[in-house]
């Protein structure tokens, strides 16, 4: 089994900055993509952010040129540094990731979310 912990939400002005963490536990082989998704309420769950295991990065357009992530392999960890933040990012935030364990198939895993409020 896997587990992702997700770390770094809170409360933040607009204009201000934050960054979640998401570790990945259990049993990893290897991790391809890595992902930050958002619900905020009464929405759908939208597609923040991603990165691939070879580093290319895509961004959903309400986010590019203020938020950033990026992924530490050694750590099974990847991160969104956010700034710039507006009261339109607030939600729930889930990583996701793809991992491969030792033996068998990838499979899609996601964290327990974690709220990011910008409110003045």
């Known amino acids: 089994q896997v587990q992702l912990v997700e770390s770094g939400g809170g409360l933040v002005q607009p204009g201000g900055s934050l960054r979640l963490s998401c570790a990945a536990s259990g049993s990893i082989f290897r991790i391809n993509a890595m992902g930050w998704y958002r619900q905020a309420p009464g929405k759908e769950r939208e597609l923040v952010a991603t990165?691939?295991?070879?580093?290319?990065?895509n961004y959903a357009d309400s986010v590019k040129g203020r938020f950033t992530i990026s992924r530490d392999n050694a750590k099974n960890t990847v991160y969104l540094q956010m700034n710039s933040l507006i009261a339109e990012d607030t939600a729930v935030y889930y990583c996701?990731?793809?991992?491969?364990?030792?033996?068998?198939?990838?499979?899609?895993?996601w964290g327990q979310g974690t709220q990011v409020t910008v409110s003045s």
């Open positions: 996701n990731m793809g991992v491969v364990p030792p033996y068998g198939y990838q499979d899609t895993y």
């Open positions: 990165v691939t295991s070879g580093g290319s990065t």
